[in-house]
């Protein structure tokens, strides 16, 4: 099949795109007090009979009002997470000449490796949702799945091809980044049957797009912002792309979400919670059925603040195309078949 960049969208996949200054304010200024909901898998996870239908009536309802949730029982120890978090702030530590010398790279549009504060183009892409933004006060060092996220339809070059570049004299680090990173791609295969039980497909559904999935973990670092607004962020306003992100916030706050009123929530930190939200590519699949939240980030504080995002998608190279049980008559797909790939290609191309 020859998939080319075609929509027949009824709007845009990220939903209606509002960047006046009043809608600005709003992103700048969170004053929500809805509820952020919570999602407990552990019964789920143990097997316990009806967990699953249980778990996926409530992700169903999640993913349709809100999009993010607070994901308690996933089974990640919190020595691991907490490790994670030293690992992040040994690295950021490091002299900035140091850090330099890891590139930063992309490798079938996955990009690794380190990126220092206000150096990225995101401002010129669509993944912001506002118009101007400045670069984003944030530092990352990313990681990507080693043999690399292309699918099956990889050339033998391609799953060879470098994939990461590590700190040097850095004992424990990799060692520790790859164990989280490792778990998180477990956590998200066990979600799998959740999302298709939750839209009415066979647990076992979406297993065929995550022969090889797309799974970037960066370990951030915020500096304190002193100034609020001129469109300056951490992270500017922005939809995730992937599947579903999952999110280690440390002790400090800055991240806001938006909220069904259009009104943004400061986000709470939750000991023992991972931060989790669905992103563009479940609009496709669902047929704008499930959100893609937006957010940003702003580290009003004192202190720095660090995080630990880990996006979670299927292959390549698997086609996505509105799920058997988001169409019907009267309900024609909004979105035409392309892969995921594509997907990655629109979300990372200028700015439309």
């Excluded at 995101?122 to 699918?151: C, D, H, M, W």
């Excluded at 992937?242 to 009104?263: E, Y």
Aim: aromatic share 10%; proline share 7%.
């Amino acid at each position: 099949m020859d998939l080319k960049v075609q929509e027949t969208k009824i709007h845009d996949v990220r939903g209606n795109v509002h960047d006046d200054e009043e809608a600005v304010y709003l992103m700048d200024h969170p004053d929500s007090a809805e509820a952020i909901p919570t999602l407990d898998i552990a019964p789920y996870l143990s097997g316990k009979p009806g967990g699953r239908e249980t778990i996926a009536a409530q992700l169903r309802q999640i993913s349709t009002t809100v999009g993010f949730f607070y994901l308690k029982g996933h089974g990640i120890p919190q020595s691991l997470i907490d490790g994670a978090f030293e690992q992040s702030r040994r690295f950021h530590a490091l002299p900035l000449e140091t850090k330099k010398k890891i590139p930063y790279f992309e490798s079938g549009s996955f990009r690794s490796g380190y990126q220092p504060c206000t150096e990225d183009d995101y401002q010129l892409t669509n993944i912001n949702i506002i118009e101007n933004a400045k670069p984003n006060l944030v530092a990352k060092f990313s990681i990507n799945r080693e043999g690399g996220s292309g699918g099956l339809s990889m050339n033998e070059e391609q799953r060879q091809a470098r994939i990461n570049a590590w700190p040097e004299n850095l004992p424990g680090f990799k060692e520790t980044v790859l164990d989280y990173h490792g778990r998180i791609e477990k956590l998200g295969r066990q979600f799998l049957p959740l999302w298709a039980t939750s839209l009415n497909l066979q647990p076992d559904y979406f297993d065929k797009f995550f022969a090889t999935p797309h799974l970037t973990m960066s370990l951030l670092y915020y500096p304190p912002q002193k100034e609020i607004g001129n469109r300056q962020y951490g992270i500017a306003p922005h939809t995730d792309n992937a599947l579903m992100t999952f999110l280690a916030q440390k002790d400090i706050s800055g991240l806001a979400v938006r909220m069904p009123s259009g009104h943004w929530r400061a986000v709470d930190i939750v000991p023992g919670a991972l931060l989790v939200n669905t992103g563009n590519l479940m609009v496709r699949w669902t047929n704008d059925e499930y959100l893609s939240t937006k957010h940003r980030v702003i580290n009003t504080n004192s202190v720095d603040r660090y995080s630990i995002p880990v996006f979670f998608g299927p292959s390549g190279d698997a086609v996505i195309e509105v799920l058997p049980t988001c169409t019907g008559s009267g309900r024609p797909p909004h979105y035409e078949p392309i892969t995921y790939l594509q997907l990655r290609e629109w979300y990372y191309g200028p700015r439309t």
